[in-house]
């Protein structure tokens, strides 16, 4: 089963300075926090704040074939959690069929906001994912931001991209 998410933001791991992408369900009951690289976060909040840039990026140049080529991306889905790496998956849909392409969360993350198509994320995902479990227990957005912000090395685990 897939539980649809958004992004809510974008923040920096105290702990070893990396971007964190964090996503949260319609309820606010479900969260799960992406650490993402630093160069996939820009491309991310580029899109959140809707600034502009001089020359296409990948993913706006992703965008443009996939309109060029009248296909959509229907829905991205992070799909699997194994060995602390996260997977996704961008389903395209053109002339009718849908296509399923092998992703980085980020990038799939990032495309998403450009098509303003849906999130979803594999109910195993969440279950598996250890942070996502603590997270979940906090329910106030103030708590959880600073308790995302005293998190130590123990705390962390190796979820990476």
């Known amino acids: ?3 649809e998410m958004k992004i809510r933001g974008l923040m920096m791991d105290p702990v070893n300075n990396m971007p964190i992408v964090i996503l949260r369900d319609a309820s606010g009951n479900s969260i799960l926090p992406i650490w993402v690289g630093v160069y996939e976060a820009n ?3 580029l899109e959140i704040e809707k600034v502009a840039t001089q020359r296409p990026m990948t993913h706006d140049l992703i965008r443009t074939l996939l ?3 009248n296909a959509g991306v229907r829905k991205i889905v992070v799909n699997e ?3 602390d790496v996260f997977y996704a998956v961008i389903w395209v849909e053109r002339e009718g069929k849908l296509i399923s392409f092998d992703s980085r ?3 799939a993350l990032a ?3 450009r098509l303003d198509c849906p999130i979803f994320v594999d109910d195993s995902v969440l279950k598996n994912s250890k942070m996502a479990q603590a997270i979940s227990e906090k329910v106030n957005s103030e708590d959880l931001r600073r308790w995302l912000e005293n998190l130590g090395d123990e705390d962390l685990g190796r979820y990476k991209m």
Request: avoid cysteine.
């Open 105 to 107: 969360p980020s990038d």
């Open 67 to 69: 309109h060029g080529m």
């Open 111 to 113: 495309i998403a906001l």
């Open 43 to 45: 491309a991310i909040a």
């Open 81 to 83: 959690l194994k060995d």
């Open 1 to 3: 089963m897939e539980v």
